[in-house]
Each structure stands twice: as structure tokens, then as C-alpha cells.
């Protein structure tokens, strides 16, 4: 049979997706009660790092410590891949000893032919056009916070890119609408938009995007791989920061998230981390539940 992968969130159903966001939450309650749980014993993920990580490298690795498996941090510049390697002789090789590939990366394109040479699972761990890992454990607060997402009215501010990507798939897949306010030329990939036209509104006016929105979701104005744009970005995205004002364009109940890293000051004013609307720290601590949900998922191939 051959691997799952979870590059996009278009790699899952609607259903195998919700289900999975169930089954996160229901590994956080476990894990909070103290439970052991070995679903993962023996089992080894491959990470391969080709850009920085905090939350993600923390939540893969503690989480497959946690279900009684192991992690293997290979960063590009210590392995072969680093020194040109092909893609497909490495995924080959690593996917015939260990039992899941997470890769961050630049391109989207090298996780797509690790995945095609691989024989075990590979995990998009972030590439320049998606961050789908993101969107389990956002989909996940969500749900803990107010219930289903099913015909609300999330509004993307700043930039059209990887998170916003992901966005767009998420509103697909979980049934909401998303409003993108954005500056001239900063705008999602025109495909994303043509695909999903009916799901999708942009703007040029965050206040706009935001008014009576159920959650309002930023991300830095400069990624990783853009750092010489820095200056350039932050010229062009000055009007386009989360702060209280802007959240009470909002619904009264509307949520805050943040992928983080975040800049305070930037994309957000420096009080909406500890705003009362704000649920970053919950999103970031479910990156390890979701994780672990997805994890099991791809290994054991079931979620229970
Ligand atoms: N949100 C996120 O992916 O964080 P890291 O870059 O720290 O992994
Ligand atoms: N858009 C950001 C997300 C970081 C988690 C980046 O790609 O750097």
C-alpha cells in the first residue's frame, strides 16, 4: 500500500480532517490527566530542517518521545542533502529505515518529490507555499474555543503566504469564509484564489476584512527566505496590524491567533498577546496534540 502524505490539507477529507482535530483534543485531555500512552512505540520520525523552528521541531520531537517513539534531527547543512545529494536517492535511503519524514524547506516542489520517492509518510513541516501543520492545531483552538468553524468568517491580515495559503485550503475543507486584506502586490498565489473564489474575499482595508469576523489571524510580514525584503515589507504592510481597535470591528466574540514567531509592534500591537481574545498560547501548545494526532494517523494509519 503506499504512504499517506499530508503535504496539504487537500492530502485528507473533510472528515478524516475533523476527525483528527477531535482526536488532538482528545490527546490533550489524556496527556493532562497523565496517561502514558506508547501508540508510537519503536517507531522513529526522520525531521529534516532546511530553515529555523521552535514550535514545530519541539512538538514533532516531544511528541513522538511522548508516544514511546523517537525523533531524529537532521538539519541540510550536517546531512548529504546539504551537499547536493538528489531529493530521491535521500528519500529513498532515510524512508527505508525510519517510519515518518517531516521536512521544512523552501520550495514546495523538494517535499513533493521526497513524498513521490518515499515508502513511508512524509509531514509538510512548512515550505514557502504551505504550513498545513499550522492549520491542525488553529482548526483545533478554534473547536475548543467556540465549537464548530462551519460558516464562520475568519479574516486573514498581512501577507498572501504560506499561512494564508493554508487559509484558503482550511476554508475549504472545514467550511468557512475567509476574508484576506492584503497590500497591491502582496496578494495569495492567483491559482488559491481562482480555485476557491467562491470561499474567498479580498481587500485592501483591514477594517474591512475584519468587520464582524470570528477570528482574525496575522503572521509576520517577512518570512523566513525573505529577510532582505525586510525593509521593503515593513513600508508596504504599515497599515495592516491586528490591535484592539481593529478587533472591535470584529464580532463581540471574535478569537486572535497567531502562528508565531511574532513581531510586536508589526503585524500586532504590542498588548494583543495578552489580549482577552487572544488564544496564541493555547495554538501554540496544540501543535504538540495535533501532532501527535497526525502522527498516529500517518503511522498506525487510524485514529483512536
Ligand atoms: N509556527 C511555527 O511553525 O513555529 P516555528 O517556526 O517555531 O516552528
Ligand atoms: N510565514 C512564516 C511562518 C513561520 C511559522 C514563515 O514562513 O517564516
Redesign the pocket.
Known amino acids: 500500500m503506499a504512504a499517506r502524505h499530508f503535504l496539504t490539507l487537500n492530502d485528507m477529507t473533510t472528515s478524516e480532517l475533523e476527525s483528527l482535530v477531535d482526536h488532538a483534543t482528545a490527546l490533550r485531555n489524556e496527556w493532562r490527566q497523565g496517561k502514558v500512552r506508547n501508540s508510537l512505540e519503536n517507531r522513529v520520525l526522520a525531521m529534516i530542517f532546511e530553515k529555523?523552528?521552535?514550535?514545530?521541531?519541539v512538538s514533532f520531537e516531544a511528541g513522538m518521545t511522548q508516544l514511546g517513539g523517537s525523533a531524529m534531527f537532521l538539519s541540510s547543512r550536517d546531512t548529504q542533502l546539504g551537499r547536493g545529494e538528489p531529493i530521491e536517492d535521500s528519500a529513498i535511503v532515510i524512508s527505508s529505515m525510519v517510519d515518518a519524514v517531516m521536512i521544512r524547506t523552501f520550495a514546495h516542489e523538494t517535499v513533493e518529490r521526497f513524498a513521490a520517492a518515499s515508502r513511508v509518510p512524509v509531514i509538510n513541516a512548512?515550505t514557502d507555499e504551505f504550513?498545513p501543520c499550522?492549520l491542525l492545531a488553529d482548526m483545533q483552538t478554534y473547536r475548543e474555543h467556540r465549537g464548530s468553524i462551519r460558516g464562520a468568517t475568519v479574516a486573514w491580515i498581512g501577507d498572501g503566504n504560506n499561512m494564508c495559503h493554508s487559509y484558503i485550503n482550511a476554508a475549504a475543507q472545514f467550511d468557512f469564509h475567509l476574508n484576506v486584506a492584503c497590500p497591491k502586490g502582496y496578494e495569495p498565489a492567483e491559482s488559491l484564489i481562482k480555485a476557491h473564489s467562491d470561499r474567498i474575499t479580498l481587500f485592501r482595508e483591514p477594517a474591512e476584512a475584519a468587520r464582524n469576523a470570528h477570528l482574525l489571524v496575522t503572521d509576520v510580514w517577512a518570512s523566513m527566505g525573505q529577510e532582505d525584503e525586510q525593509k521593503a515589507r515593513q513600508k508596504a504592510f504599515s497599515g495592516y496590524q491586528i490591535n484592539p481597535e481593529l478587533l472591535a470591528m470584529a464580532d463581540k466574540d471574535a478569537l486572535f491567533m497567531h502562528?508565531?514567531?511574532a513581531h510586536r509592534g508589526e503585524e500586532i500591537s504590542a498588548d494583543m498577546m495578552e489580549h482577552p481574545a487572544s488564544v496564541v498560547w493555547d495554538e501554540a501548545e496544540n501543535r504538540l496534540h495535533a501532532q501527535k494526532a497526525l502522527l498516529e494517523f500517518l503511522i498506525l494509519n487510524h485514529l483512536d
Not at 529555523?52 to 521541531?57: A, C, D, H
Open positions: 529555523s523552528s521552535t514550535r514545530t521541531r512548512l504550513h499550522q502562528c508565531l514567531p
